[in-house]
């Protein structure tokens, strides 16, 4: 073991009881963080059993009216319009959570607003000529949030690990679960930006070379999931 070897070692042990704490802390407020977020968002219905696609939102089937005003608009007078959602069998919606874009002319947002039964309103400016856009189903909502909490991480990276002619590879993120194996903790003990990767089997943690996104871990036991929540 060289001195060089030595002194890396010792500045990933350090590092990692110093930094073990804020690990917990940063993890604990990302979630509440989250949670404030969720909270705002409208309840969405539970999804029909046996799933149906008929049941759920379709863009086609809906409609939207301008709301008339006295005299006619001018410029900056403010634009309300009433969205009806419907199904696919044309019946209308009587739960909300659906996410809705409204635009003019594809650059100006306008205000939606949820009325948690199937009605939107969409106040903006009356500037350009403007569309509503059907982004995400109520439904894919209710499936989109119970993968995030049943399966947050999405995304992965693996780091590699080299000491003489070995090479290891694990899994690295944000966020490991560090009951599942011992973790590396190479988090930047100058910005604070936290990483964890899970220890190799032979290797030490300073011998990390390099990382690289690997998403194709996740993505099919993504879609399974939503498959299996759908049915």
């Known amino acids: 073991c060289t001195l060089l070897e030595r002194e890396a070692r010792g500045w990933s042990d350090t590092m990692h009881s110093q930094l073990q704490v804020p690990f917990h802390r940063n993890r604990s407020e990302g979630r509440k963080l989250l949670n404030n977020i969720t909270a705002s968002w409208p309840e969405t219905a539970p999804l029909s059993k046996p799933f149906s696609r008929s049941l759920t939102t379709s863009s086609a089937k809906s409609s939207f009216t301008i709301v008339p005003r006295s005299g006619g608009w001018r410029v900056g007078d403010e634009l309300t319009v ?65 993968v995030m909490d049943e399966s947050p991480g999405r995304i992965y990276f693996r780091s590699f690990f080299k000491s003489g002619q070995v090479t290891e590879k694990t899994i690295c993120n944000v966020c490991l679960d560090p ?37 194709l871990i996740q993505c099919g036991s993504v879609n399974r999931l939503i498959f299996k929540l759908i049915l």
């Not at 874009?101 to 903006?124: A, C, P, R, W, Y």
């Open 82 to 146: 009433k969205i009806q959602l419907r199904d696919y069998n044309g019946n209308p919606k009587k739960s909300g959570g659906d996410f809705l874009i409204s635009k003019l002319h594809n650059s100006l947002l306008g205000q939606v607003e949820d009325h948690s039964n199937g009605t939107f309103t969409v106040v903006f400016p009356l500037l350009w000529n403007g569309t509503v856009t059907l982004v995400h189903a109520s439904e894919s909502i209710t499936v989109l949030k119970r």
């Open 179 to 215: 009951d599942k194996a011992p973790l590396c903790n190479l988090t930047d003990p100058i910005t604070g930006e936290q990483w964890f990767c899970y220890k190799p089997k032979t290797l030490d943690c300073y011998t990390r070379i390099k990382t690289v996104l690997d998403d």
